[in-house]
């Protein structure tokens, strides 16, 4: 903006002050402060308005100059303005509507169509052979036809369950089902090994002990199953190891985990339903891999009983490296561990297979 207070001793239009800058190729520009103090207001003020408002480049406050001509009344006070505005749209009157709504309803009132009327093929006069049969049947004889003709939802429950296995259909369509005798087994008889002859069994190497099975029996404190596991450092005859639902811990588990490091002879392990963590089922998959003698290992229903995707993943390598395990009893969350589990697994399993049809033929050869 050009300033406006300035002396303006001669007239000169901001029209042919712009043709004679525009007509001056050697034009002076140090002079142009010069020639704008010889322009009056009016006319600073027209040259101060030459503003482009088709230009989307610019600001929007730079597309026209600012009109406002009166001057500020204050400063703005918020308050008092929303108070003003309310009062005066208190006081003003509604405006009057250009038609007033007299609930007039326009357009056709819907009217709905009459239902097709269905002409009846069946002479109701005509009698059949089965008319009469069906008049004479019982409700019994009733409730098995249905079941014949499929008609499922006039039996119920037990009726429905009798018509698959062909047997005898009772109680008519008011019958009540009922449900069957609940069949009754016998309980199973506890576990009544005695842990601590057993121990001592085992710290003595006794080869009549090859498997010792101490599952479901609660209150065996924690250090004599600790000494339990212990033994198989020295032990060379106990070949099945069954420790299920007796509260073990990962005290225990790190007892297993170094234990079978130097055992030399124990096949199967079952650890299952105990308090064990996803940690220390590695620590004991990698005791196992060292030695290399479990065929059976089984650590399912564990508390709590999701690994995680990294335990997960250290137990699948695990077992991926290990040749001789056959069986492994857990549950995965991810499939990619079930699947890679699943087939070293079976892989295994084949390589016994193939060895031990291999070994038959050679006997055979020999023998032939």
């Not at 064990?276 to 650590?299: D, N, P, T, Y």
């Amino acid at each position: 903006m050009v300033a406006a207070n300035r002396p303006a001793p001669t007239m000169l239009g901001a029209a042919a002050l712009a043709k004679k800058v525009e007509d001056c190729e050697d034009f002076d520009w140090n002079k142009l402060d010069d020639i704008l103090q010889e322009l009056t207001e009016q006319e600073i003020e027209e040259l101060n308005g030459d503003f482009d408002p088709d230009n989307s480049l610019l600001p929007p406050s730079q597309r026209c100059r600012n009109q406002t001509s009166k001057l500020p009344t204050g400063p703005l006070n918020r308050k008092k303005l929303l108070a003003f505005l309310e009062k005066k749209a208190q006081e003003e009157k509604d405006w009057e509507e250009h038609k007033p709504y007299t609930g007039e309803k326009k357009g056709k009132v819907f009217v709905p169509k009459e239902p097709p009327k269905i002409e009846s093929v069946v002479d109701e006069d005509v009698q059949t052979e089965w008319d009469d049969i069906l008049s004479k049947a019982t409700e019994e004889e009733l409730v098995d036809l249905a079941a014949v003709l499929g008609f499922h939802g006039m039996l119920n429950q037990v009726q429905y369950n009798a018509s698959i296995e062909d047997k005898e259909i009772v109680g008519g369509f008011k019958g009540i089902a009922k449900h069957e005798d609940l069949k009754v087994f016998e309980t199973q008889a506890p576990n009544t090994t005695d842990y601590e002859a057993s121990l001592k069994q085992l710290k003595e190497n006794d080869p009549k002990l090859k498997h010792l099975n101490l599952n479901n029996i609660k209150g065996i404190p924690k250090e004599k199953l600790i000494e339990i596991v212990d033994t198989l450092k020295t032990n060379t005859h106990l070949e099945i190891l069954e420790i299920a639902s007796v509260d073990a811990t990962d005290f225990v588990a790190k007892a297993i985990a170094e234990a079978i490091k130097e055992n030399k002879t124990l096949q199967i392990l079952n650890i299952e339903s105990n308090f064990i963590s996803g940690e220390s089922i590695v620590e004991i998959l990698r005791g196992v891999s060292s030695h290399k003698a479990l065929k059976e290992f089984r650590v399912d229903n564990q508390k709590p009983s999701v690994l995680g995707n990294q335990v997960e993943m250290a137990i699948t390598k695990l077992i991926e490296d290990n040749d001789t395990i056959l069986r492994f009893g857990i549950w995965f969350e991810y499939p990619d561990a079930r699947v890679r589990v699943q087939e070293k697994i079976q892989k295994n399993n084949d390589q016994i297979r193939q060895a031990r049809k291999s070994t038959s033929k050679d006997d055979s050869a020999a023998t032939s």
